[in-house]
T-cell receptor
Framework: AQSVTQPDIHITVSEGASLELRCNYS??????LFWYVQSPGQGLQLLLK??????LVQGIKGFEAEFKRSQSSFNLRKPSVHWSDAAEYFC????????????FGKGTHLIIQP | DTAVSQTPKYLVTQMGNDKSIKCEQN?????MYWYKQDSKKFLKIMFS???????INETVPNRFSPKSPDKAHLNLHINSLELGDSAVYFC?????????????FGDGTRLSIL
């Protein structure tokens, strides 16, 4: 069965600093990988996705993620964070298609210091 | 226009009651889902429907009964509510003709059991 691990429960960064959120997955086949962001009281918004091809994918809000098959990782990065980036970030793996849904990591809570 | 809309946004009720949450998507997707987010923000899939047919039932108690009158709607009815049902419930939709399509989420329904 597939699983997703986000090892950092909380991360605090200063505004303007760079950010990297870690995600490791376990899946037997080619994974479909996603990063979602959840602002307080809101639903989940898709930041970016990886299906195949270029292992560095660009998303919205200046985020990017790199798929590394050898490390089973899909880390999310942003060169310079803004206070509005404070939110909960979820990494997810597609469960194989055919309406199988997503398996989520437990999330990383991002705090931005002024 | 809201792509995936859920009603109500908040639901406060007493143990033992029966309640329903409605979900509608206007994206033309053929697959809809219900997820449960617990107090630690962990998201877990409950059900998925593809063209009104149940695909996934993730060992959810049979007090939970999803109903899909058409492929744009997936409602969730909960009987005999228990304290442990307190959570945020998210509806989502996707187009699963091609596996691994991203899911679009509603803003969630926060269910509180007194």
């Amino acid at each position: 069965a597939q699983s997703v691990t986000q090892p950092d429960i909380h991360i605090t960064v200063s505004e303007g600093a760079s950010l990297e959120l870690r995600c490791n997955y376990s899946y037997g086949a080619t994974p479909y990988l996603f990063w979602y962001v959840q602002s307080p009281g809101q639903g989940l918004q898709l930041l970016l996705k990886y299906f195949s091809g270029d292992t560095l994918v660009q998303g919205i809000k200046g985020f990017e993620a790199e798929f590394k098959r050898s490390q089973s990782s899909f880390n999310l990065r942003k060169p310079s964070v803004h206070w509005s980036d404070a939110a909960e970030y979820f990494c997810a793996v597609g469960r194989g298609g055919g309406a199988d849904g997503l398996t989520f990591g437990k999330g990383t809570h991002l705090i931005i210091q002024p | 226009d809201t792509a995936v809309s859920q009603t109500p946004k908040y639901l406060v009720t007493q143990m033992g009651n029966d309640k329903s949450i409605k979900c509608e998507q206007n994206l033309g997707h053929d697959t809809m889902y219900w997820y449960k987010q617990d107090s630690k923000k962990f998201l877990k899939i409950m059900f998925s429907y593809n063209n009104k047919e149940l695909i996934i039932n993730e060992t959810v108690p049979n007090r939970f009964s999803p109903k899909s009158p058409d492929k744009a709607h997936l409602n969730l009815h909960i009987n005999s509510l228990e304290l442990g049902d307190s959570a945020v419930y998210f509806c989502a939709s996707s187009q699963e003709v091609t596996p691994g399509q991203p899911q679009h989420f509603g803003d969630g329904t926060r269910l509180s059991i007194l």
